[in-house]
């Protein structure tokens, strides 16, 4: 992609009412633009990252055997009268009523409809387990919609939800998304912790947040220093690591305001090695048994051959929010870089010859197809503005690998550097080898 062509509204100046960095970032560098009071559109910066971190989200949920699917954004409010939460959900349910006077919804969430296309569908216990996901926009009105995307009114989440015969098997479910969750966080470059939750509307008796460490985060954290230096890559998922697992990330005392209390902290966590600072949840899981399917009547025919009202968890994980969870993460001191995972593109070549230099737009020209062919998402500077202002507009963009490209370099040579290290001369073959190792290995 040239950036001359590339619909990419960058603002000179931070906007006032943008309190956060990443909130002042994504407007700055056109990621996003607000239609409402947080209900935004995605420009295509933007809606490239998203897209990239909606990949990984749902790799890590196929391989925890969840299946995609796709539920609307419109619900019925019957289903939610009869799980006994549309009055309890309260304001921050946007209620909608169609011409024929029909009460409807958007979804905040959506336990009630999944509940529904279970109990219709499964009958039993030989379909079991089962977990089912869909990545979809939900709608809360939030008493105070703010800091950009994390906390929006219109936001993209996942969300799963299992279904087993047993307690046992629930909890299984219950560790696989577990897994599956500091799997994601990881790959998109994020130290998230799991902590001990309160269930909330969703209701339930087991509940863990993953929470970012960020000064800017909205939940208060109490944990052990400890708890970084545990390794999702120590463990599998086989059932016996999955166990080690959630025991090695759960002894350790971690807990958000809500669930905080001093003595035990103090009892459990050693003065030196507490560690009390901000978060940002970027997901939460629950295991809730029955609360859904009891009323809601989804009963299946066991192994045992009686009824049994299945057991059930929910799963989410806030998809837009993290755009903004990554941000507040790796923009420090006004540039940005994005971890190599959701990059909105594999590396930047600038060119810094003048207007006229036939030779450094060859040049650049010539890099950019090479790397285009062998499958690399390129963004060509060739616009005519100064130097500076290009370094300040990628400063913004924040792709992590650039190539500049001037005039009193060698013919064959290139400036190649990572953002944030020292550059390297090198040739484009050179460049090519070393990016296919980084973004293909
Ligand atoms: P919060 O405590 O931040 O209001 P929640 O506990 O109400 O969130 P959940 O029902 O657990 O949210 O939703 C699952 C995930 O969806 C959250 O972990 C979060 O990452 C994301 N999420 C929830 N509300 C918002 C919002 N208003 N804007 C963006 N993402 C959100
Ligand atoms: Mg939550």
Redesign the pocket.
């Known amino acids: 992609m040239k950036l001359s062509e590339l619909f990419l509204p960058i603002l000179k100046d931070i906007p006032s009412d943008a309190k956060i960095k990443s909130h002042q970032m994504m407007l700055r560098s056109g990621m996003v633009r607000q239609s409402a009071a ?1 209900i935004y559109s995605w420009l295509p910066l933007g809606f490239k990252v998203l897209k990239k971190i909606e990949l990984i989200v749902r790799e890590e949920q196929d391989r925890a055997g969840a299946q995609e699917m796709l539920m609307p954004t419109i619900q019925s409010a019957d289903l939610w009268k009869e799980s006994g939460r549309y009055d309890g959900y309260g304001l921050e349910m946007l209620r909608i009523k169609d011409r024929q006077d029909r009460e409807l919804l958007y979804g ?2 959506n336990e009630e409809l999944i509940t529904q296309i279970f109990r219709d569908n499964v009958k039993s216990y030989k379909s079991l387990p089962l977990i089912l996901y869909h990545i979809q926009w ?1 709608f ?1 009105d ?1 008493i105070r ?1 703010r800091f950009g ?5 219109e ?1 993209l ?1 996942k ?1 799963s939800y299992s279904f087993d015969e047993t307690k046992e098997g629930a909890i299984l479910s219950y560790n696989k998304m577990f897994y599956a969750y500091l799997k994601t966080f990881e790959r998109l470059g994020l130290k998230a912790i799991p902590l001990v ?1 309160d269930t ?3 209701g339930g008796d087991l509940s863990h ?2 929470v970012v460490l960020a000064e800017t985060g ?2 208060q954290i109490y944990t052990s220093k400890k708890i970084l230096d545990l390794k999702i890559e120590n463990f599998d998922n086989s059932e016996q690591s999955l166990n080690k697992m959630v025991k090695a990330y759960t002894e350790t005392y971690s807990a958000t305001d809500e669930k905080f209390d001093q003595k035990e902290f103090d009892d459990l966590v050693k003065k030196d090695d507490q560690l009390i600072t901000r978060g ?5 899981i629950f295991y809730f048994g029955d609360k859904y399917s009891k009323p809601m009547k989804a009963v299946v025919n066991s192994s045992l051959g009686k009824n049994i009202t299945v057991e059930m968890g929910s799963y ?3 998809v ?3 755009v903004g969870a990554i941000i507040e993460v790796n923009y420090n001191n006004n540039i940005m870089k994005w971890p190599k995972t959701v990059t909105p593109f594999h590396v930047a070549i600038i060119n810094l010859g003048k207007k006229n230099d036939e030779t450094c737009k060859n040049k650049a020209q010539k890099i950019y197809e090479l790397l285009k062919n062998n499958s690399f998402d390129v963004l060509l500077d060739d616009t005519e503005e100064s130097p500076a202002s290009k370094f300040k507009n990628f400063d913004l963009i924040g792709i992590p690998y650039q190539i500049i490209i001037g005039s009193k370099q060698e013919i064959e040579q290139y400036e190649f550097k990572e953002v944030g290290c020292e550059k390297e001369i090198l040739s484009a073959q050179e460049i090519l080898k070393k990016l296919k190792i980084i973004y293909f290995n």
Request: glycine share 18%.
């Open positions: 947080g905040p969430t939900k809360r939030e919609p995307v994390m906390r929006g009114r936001f989440m969300d939750a909330g509307p969703i947040e993953f909205e939940s940002i949840e970027v997901g939460h989410g994980i806030g837009s929010r993290l």
